[in-house]
């Protein structure tokens, strides 16, 4: 665990570096390694999601069913990347989304009721909440805004120029889903590609 705690110490430390001991001391009380195996899942849609998730090490998948039973995927959680659901978290709501482990998943997990208190015990600590908060905000803006102004195939050559060491590690369905591509789109945009 000494590791993954240092992992994500650095990764705090980037992104506010303002973070005093007594801080870091208080938020890492709260913390618990999870390790998941494929197909595990660290969210489940229709479950409240009461836990903010760091991944270490690994790759979560996150997914909804449509109504027509098909799973449209909207995220890839890789390493150094936060996994929760917020809105299921800041509102106590059961999540619409599934994210499920596409490898061996290790996290660092932390209640949001003990980051709640922190809010309370140290003015500081918020700032490390806005922060975390506008990290996930930032990834699904990303997202929004490529299927609002990006055409398929610019949306799989930012995905590749963003997502380089993720390539050989999801399959061409996820992909595809991810993209809002067929799959045989998704092909052909490829062989072009390669072609060029």
Same mark, same amino acid.
């Given at each position: 665990?000494?590791?993954?705690?240092?992992?994500?110490?650095?990764?705090?430390? +980037?992104?506010?570096?303002?973070?005093? +001991?007594?801080?870091? *001391?208080?938020?890492?009380?709260?913390? #618990?390694? @999870? #390790?998941?195996?494929?197909?595990?899942?660290?969210?489940?849609?229709?479950?409240?999601?009461?836990?903010?998730?760091?991944?270490?090490?690994?790759?979560? =998948?996150?997914?909804?069913?449509?109504?027509?039973?098909?799973?449209?995927?909207?995220?890839?959680?890789?390493?150094?990347?936060?996994?929760?659901?917020?809105?299921?978290?800041?509102?106590?709501?059961?999540?619409?989304?599934?994210?499920?482990?596409?490898?061996? #998943? #290790? $996290?660092?997990?932390?209640?949001?009721?003990?980051?709640?208190?922190?809010? *309370?015990?140290?003015?500081?600590?918020?700032?490390?909440?806005? $922060?975390?908060?506008?990290?996930?905000?930032?990834? @699904?803006?990303?997202?929004?805004?490529?299927?609002?102004? *990006?055409?398929?195939? @610019?949306?799989?050559?930012?995905?590749?120029? +963003?997502?380089?060491?993720?390539?050989?590690?999801?399959?061409?369905?996820?992909?595809?889903?991810?993209?809002?591509?067929?799959?045989?789109?998704?092909?052909?945009? =490829?062989?072009?590609?390669?072609?060029?």
């Amino acid at each position: 665990m000494h590791t993954d705690i240092e992992i994500y110490r650095q990764a705090i430390m +980037q992104l506010n570096p303002r973070v005093t +001991q007594e801080e870091w *001391d208080y938020f890492q009380s709260g913390f #618990t390694l @999870q #390790t998941l195996k494929p197909r595990e899942y660290f969210v489940e849609a229709g479950k409240k999601n009461h836990q903010l998730g760091f991944v270490t090490s690994g790759l979560i =998948r996150s997914y909804y069913i449509n109504n027509l039973g098909e799973e449209i995927t909207i995220a890839f959680v890789k390493e150094r990347e936060y996994a929760t659901d917020y809105t299921s978290l800041i509102m106590h709501k059961p999540s619409r989304y599934n994210f499920q482990c596409l490898e061996p #998943t #290790t $996290l660092i997990t932390v209640p949001y009721a003990h980051i709640q208190k922190g809010y *309370d015990k140290y003015v500081g600590f918020e700032r490390n909440g806005r $922060l975390i908060a506008e990290e996930v905000l930032k990834m @699904q803006q990303k997202r929004i805004e490529s299927f609002q102004f *990006d055409d398929a195939e @610019q949306r799989y050559l930012d995905f590749i120029k +963003q997502n380089a060491n993720l390539f050989n590690r999801i399959s061409l369905t996820h992909l595809s889903s991810y993209l809002g591509i067929e799959r045989p789109s998704l092909s052909r945009i =490829r062989k072009k590609i390669v072609g060029l």
